[in-house]
C-alpha cells in the first residue's frame, strides 16, 4: 500500500511504498491488551515494603508475666495482633513482570501501526533534519496539527531535533528500537521518517 509523505514544513515529498505484513493487518484488541499489560507490569517497581515484627523497633521485654493476669498470654509487643506490631505476610519487594512471547510482542507492534494507519493517524515525514531551534519546530508542529505526537526516527534520532523537541509539551521521539505499542497507542498521532518505516521494515521482518 501506498502513503502520502510530506516534509516537516508540510509540503509534498512523494510517496512511500508500506509492507502489508506490518501496516494491513486487522488489529485485535486482545493482543494489544496482552503487550500493553506486559510492559506496564515490566516497569512496575515492585518496591513496596512493610516492616514485620522482627524489623519493628519495640523492646523485647516480655510485657507482662505469663500467668495470673486473667488476660490472654503475650511475649512481646512486636506481635501483629498490636498496634504497631509487625504486620503479617504484608508486601515485601518483588518484580510484578512477567514473561510474553517474543512473536506476541511482535505481532502486538504490527497491530499497533495497523491500527494507527486504519485510523489516519499515521504520518510519514521525509526526515527531520534541520529542525534544530524549539521555536521554530513549535509552530510547525502546531501548523500540522500535531497535538499529542509520538515520532520515530531511524537507528539514531537526529540529535539537534531531538533538542529542540524535548520543551515541546505533547511531542515525543524515538528510535526505531524504542518503538513500542504503549507508546504508540498513548499519542493521538504517529509520526515515522523515511528512514524509520525501513528499520521498522528490517526490525519486524
Not at 513496596?48 to 495470673?68: D, N, P
Not at 493517524?121 to 499529542?148: F, P, Y
Amino acid at each position: 500500500m501506498k502513503l502520502d509523505v510530506i516534509n516537516l514544513d508540510g509540503g509534498s515529498a512523494g510517496e512511500v511504498e508500506l509492507d502489508e505484513a506490518l501496516f494491513g493487518l486487522e488489529p485485535r484488541a486482545d493482543i494489544l491488551h496482552r503487550v500493553v499489560r506486559w510492559q506496564r507490569n515490566n516497569a512496575q517497581q515492585g518496591t513496596h515494603k512493610v516492616k514485620t515484627r522482627s524489623e519493628v523497633s519495640y523492646s523485647k521485654k516480655k510485657i507482662y508475666r505469663q500467668k495470673g493476669t486473667g488476660g490472654a498470654r503475650h511475649g512481646s509487643r512486636n506481635a501483629p495482633i498490636f498496634r504497631k506490631g509487625g504486620i503479617y505476610k504484608g508486601p515485601t519487594p518483588r518484580s510484578h513482570g512477567h514473561d510474553l512471547p517474543k512473536k506476541v510482542r511482535a505481532l502486538g507492534l504490527k497491530m499497533a501501526l495497523s491500527d494507527k494507519l486504519k485510523n489516519g493517524s499515521l504520518v510519514v515525514i521525509e526526515n527531520i533534519d534541520g529542525a534544530d531551534k524549539t521555536k521554530a519546530l513549535a509552530a510547525q508542529v502546531s501548523k500540522l496539527g500535531w497535538k499529542r505526537a509520538l515520532i520515530i526516527d531511524g537507528a539514531e534520532v537526529n540529535a539537534g531535533f531531538a533538542k529542540a523537541a524535548r520543551n515541546i509539551e505533547g511531542l515525543d521521539i524515538l528510535p526505531t528500537i524504542g518503538a513500542n505499542v504503549y507508546d504508540i497507542l498513548k499519542r493521538d498521532t504517529l509520526v515515522i521518517t523515511k528512514a524509520g518505516v525501513e528499520a521498522l521494515e528490517a526490525r519486524l521482518k
